[in-house]
């Protein structure tokens, strides 16, 4: 049987993440992570060879360093941490970090990004009803992105990876990001939706007393997501947009059959 689907234009406000969620940008970042970690694993002789298992475990969601970090934590490596302005070619947490950032950026910019068009359907019917939404995304990235994919105007709030350094946030999968997204869009978490497509994120959410958090499943695994804290996962939004276009057929339906059986009745 399908999974009820929560209604979102019933809902105090809603908070999506960005790469993955509304945007395909987490195949850049996967490239990116890809390349950088290839060349450190080769040659630092860490074992075994980095993988798409370990960017969904260790880097998917998170903050860049942390998800850095993370990553060398779980093959026993530790290096300096370094500082953010470390420069890419550093052999610290902060330079792999920003090497990876470099390779995101080029590739951005060279190939544009555009979002997914469920996605964008949801954020449009979602802005045209007045919800209140917004962006949580640990990407320092977001705003740019945002932009590049013509999204930036219909978010009224955006916590990123930016802010979460300026406010001294902590990264998914900690409560932190997604409660001061709920805060500054001055919704109840209680009463609202997380849109999250990685377990940290789904976690996040959770966490921070979302009512109800929506897992994408574009590749993570729906128990994955679940056992994250996901209360419902669709492989796309398209069909929350979808499930509304249905609902308000059958109300017009229903309008027309009311309209027939009041012209069929006898006047009194």
């Not at 903050?63 to 934590?73: F, I, Q």
């Not at 939706?193 to 940290?200: G, K, L, P, Q």
Request: negative net charge.
């Amino acid at each position: 049987m399908p999974e009820a689907l929560p209604d979102p234009l019933r809902a105090e406000g809603v908070l999506f993440d960005l790469d993955g969620v509304l945007t395909p940008t987490a195949e850049v970042h996967m490239r990116a992570w890809k390349v950088v970690f290839d060349d450190v694993f080769e040659r630092w002789g860490i074992t075994p060879a980095y993988s798409d298992a370990d960017y969904f475990d260790y880097v998917d969601g998170k903050k860049r360093y942390d998800g850095v970090a993370s990553l060398l934590r779980s093959r026993n490596v530790e290096i300096p941490w370094g500082a953010v302005d470390d420069p890419p070619e550093a052999e610290t947490i902060c330079g792999i970090g920003n090497r990876k950032n470099a390779a995101f950026a080029e590739s951005l910019r060279g190939e544009g990004i555009a979002p997914f068009p469920g996605s964008l359907a949801l954020v449009e019917k979602l802005h045209a009803a007045g919800i209140p939404i917004g962006v949580v995304s640990s990407s320092k990235n977001a705003e740019e992105v945002l932009a590049a994919a013509g999204l930036r105007s219909f978010f009224r709030v955006v916590v990123d990876g930016v802010v979460a350094e300026r406010d001294n946030l902590a990264s998914k999968p900690a409560a932190d990001m997604f409660s001061a997204g709920a805060a500054a869009l001055g919704v109840d978490p209680a009463r609202s939706i997380a849109v999250e497509d990685a377990t940290s994120g789904a976690a996040s959410a959770a966490a921070a007393g979302f009512g109800v958090v929506v897992g994408v499943d574009r590749g993570t695994g729906a128990d994955a997501l679940r056992a994250a804290g996901a209360t419902v996962v669709v492989s796309d939004l398209d069909v929350f947009v979808d499930a509304a276009a249905d609902e308000g057929a059958r109300s017009d339906s229903d309008s027309a059959d009311q309209d027939t059986r009041s012209d069929n009745e006898d006047p009194a």
